[in-house]
């Protein structure tokens, strides 16, 4: 009997049939790997331990006794804050490269390079030349694209001068607040590569510098590397619209053959969705036995082609071997990011096949089949022939029944027109809604899962008790997922959830009272959204003034530490759980989540409970509106039962 059962692991219901089972059976998950992994170093929890150089590693003691500085003098903030910083360039490293491919993608596609791909959204692309002043007068689409691919190709190397969009999109007070700080990127790259050389030993030993530059880094994540994605992203394979689809282990099927893809990057997964509608595999697969072919997906994989092809969501980051544990997975294709090793060794329990198809993460144990922009179509109709094969290879196959409707697609751009009408897109109506005390303000809350906690309940908790406060709430990620799958992202939601405020808006203009924006690099979308409020007036002059605020009450990884890291930087209030590994140093830990808001307007908080941690967020929101001086709210909060 594995040690997880002594501990609630899922609200998941569908979740917890499938760990019922591999608990049964033997069969080992993430949550068996964390509890062999207890009890935990104290240290490197609290952020004190070095290992920077080979003269430590060095451990700094919390206590009143015991070192106070590592070997070369380094302190508990200096510490803590050198680590930190680092995760935050790997962060942004890991969001960049997906928005440097992207890019990359669609200049081969300019150039007729790319098999299988074309440019699906010639208008989106129009308003970004537009926007950075590309003349696209007696030019073709493609000469236009080339042109705008090989600018952003230059946001990840430039040398001098700043990024691109902060001067084009953010308010003006909080560009001049980012020039007075010094932390508007030069190029994504340079902020990377100077993070790692003052963390080096012997270099940056100010905590609060550290930081400084930390923040500065971050800004070329969501103000450069993740807009990219998005942008050219939404140029190259389409601009979502909003789409219904279904979510959770019950979506797939056992009279189908199943391909799940997990991962990150579109560039693959939308041209294996493409090929599973191939009239020639349909055929091989009814050969095969099978109905026909789903494609469904785990992590942001899903969210893209959920936004954009409406296809069906597997799950979370959590449910990764626990489809694969249904027997029903023909193959599991994998990209980059959030991907577990473990997956290999648990796949070859089952019939599953695990295709690695980035020489950035391979995989010991599974097929690699290298992806190319210009043999795409063809790779994905191989990938797919693979999954059709393997159907009949399959053992025993339990799916649950539990798969739940959802709405998703939401952008800034259909935003306007929901709000605002088709003649009249605009935001003035969520202004105005927020001025007038229908609505209190706007919290984004995103991430993964973490094992150390119950997988969904931080997300649903905290969403439950902001929209209960009339809060909207926009999502991207796994965050989405977790909500979705309990049903939040559902017009009829608001009904059930919501306060009489968001209610109303949600009731007149037809949406769910939690908006699913996309994929983790399309909080860029929530940035631009802010945007928007500024520009269409009546709440400050600049983004720290907003009644906003962030949360990733179930983080996991570097990328989430950067996405707090570019908000707080942006003037938001962040929380963030489980807490950052800054607590062993009072200093370092003060300055995140006090002494920051005097410098850019925002900070973190570190609440782990999801109720509690919603109340701050509000309270931050109340006191926004309080100096905005806005009117008071017109309905008292209603009591979420987070029984249902």
């Given amino acids: 009997m594995t040690t997880s059962l002594k501990r609630k692991r899922t609200v998941d219901p569908a979740a917890q049939k499938v760990l019922d089972r591999t608990d049964a059976g033997g069969i080992e998950t993430a949550y068996d790997r964390h509890d062999e992994q207890e009890p935990r170093c104290g240290f490197g929890e609290l952020g004190i331990c070095c290992r920077i150089c080979d003269m430590g590693p060095c451990r700094i003691s919390p206590f009143a006794t015991g070192p106070k500085r590592g070997i070369c003098g380094a302190t508990a903030a200096t510490i803590a804050a050198r680590h930190l910083i680092r995760q935050v360039a790997a962060g942004v490293a890991a969001h960049s490269d997906h928005g440097h491919d992207i890019v990359n993608t669609l200049l081969h596609t300019a150039n007729g390079s790319a098999q299988g791909f074309a440019i699906k959204s010639p208008e989106r692309l129009y308003e970004l030349a537009a926007e950075w002043g590309v003349s696209t007068e007696k030019k073709s689409v493609e000469e236009v694209a080339r042109e705008m691919a090989e600018l952003a190709l230059q946001e990840f190397n430039r040398q001098e001068g700043e990024i ?123 050969e095969k036995g099978a109905k026909g072919i789903l494609v469904g997906g785990i992590c942001c994989t899903a969210n893209e082609i959920l936004m954009r092809q409406g296809a069906p969501v597997v799950g979370n980051f959590l449910n990764q071997e626990l489809a694969v544990a249904t027997g029903a997975v023909d193959v599991m294709l994998v990209d980059v990011q959030c991907i577990m090793p473990a997956l290999v060794e648990h796949a070859q329990r089952f019939h599953t096949k695990v295709i690695t198809t980035s020489k950035k993460a391979k995989i010991p144990g599974a097929t690699h089949i290298q992806f190319d922009e210009h043999t795409a179509y063809d790779t994905a109709k191989e990938i797919v022939k693979i999954a059709v094969d393997n159907f009949p290879n399959r053992g025993p196959v339990n799916i649950p029944d539990e798969k739940t409707d959802l709405v998703a697609g939401f952008t800034v751009r259909n935003t306007f027109t929901h709000l605002g009408g088709r003649y009249r897109a605009t935001f003035r109506p969520l202004n105005d809604a927020i001025i007038s005390g229908r609505l209190r303000g706007v919290a984004a809350v995103i991430g993964c899962n973490n094992v150390k906690k119950v997988q969904d309940f931080s997300h649903l908790t905290m969403v439950r008790e902001l929209i209960a406060n009339d809060v909207l709430v926009v999502m991207t990620g796994c965050a989405a997922t977790a909500c979705a799958k309990a049903g939040l992202l559902q017009p009829e939601a608001a009904a059930k959830w919501a306060g009489k405020g968001l209610q109303e808006i949600c009731e007149a203009v037809g949406i769910p009272p939690v908006l699913h924006l996309g994929s983790c690099v399309d909080n860029s979308r929530v940035l631009v959204a802010l945007c928007e409020m500024i520009r269409e007036g009546g709440l400050g002059n600049e983004l720290a003034d907003l009644p906003i605020a962030g949360a990733a009450p179930e983080a996991m990884c570097e990328k989430a530490i950067a996405i707090g890291f570019y908000c707080v930087a942006s003037g938001a209030y962040v929380n963030y759980s489980p807490a950052m590994r800054v607590l062993g140093s009072a200093e370092l830990t003060k300055f995140l989540t006090e002494d920051i808001e005097e410098v850019t307007g925002g900070k973190f908080s570190f609440e782990g409970d999801p109720v509690k941690a919603a109340r701050l967020m509000i309270a931050h929101m109340d006191k926004k509106r309080a100096a905005l001086k806005l009117r008071p709210m017109m309905y008292a909060p209603v009591t979420p039962d987070i029984t249902k």
């Fill in 164 to 286: 691109r969009y902060p001067s084009l999109r953010a308010p003006k007070a909080t560009v001049e607040r980012w020039r007075r700080l010094n932390i508007l990127p030069v190029g994504i790259e340079h902020e990377i590569v100077e993070t790692l050389h003052r963390t080096h030993e012997g270099v940056d030993a100010d905590y609060k510098n550290l930081i400084m530059h930390g923040l500065r880094t971050a800004m070329g994540d969501g103000w450069a590397g993740a807009m990219l994605a998005t942008d050219f992203g939404d140029v190259l394979f389409g601009t979502p619209e909003p789409v219904r689809s279904q979510v959770n282990l019950g979506v797939l099927k056992k009279d189908e053959v199943n391909i799940v893809v997990h991962g990150h990057e579109p560039t693959l997964s939308e041209m294996v969705v493409a090929a599973s509608r191939d009239p020639e595999l349909i055929k091989l697969a009814k």
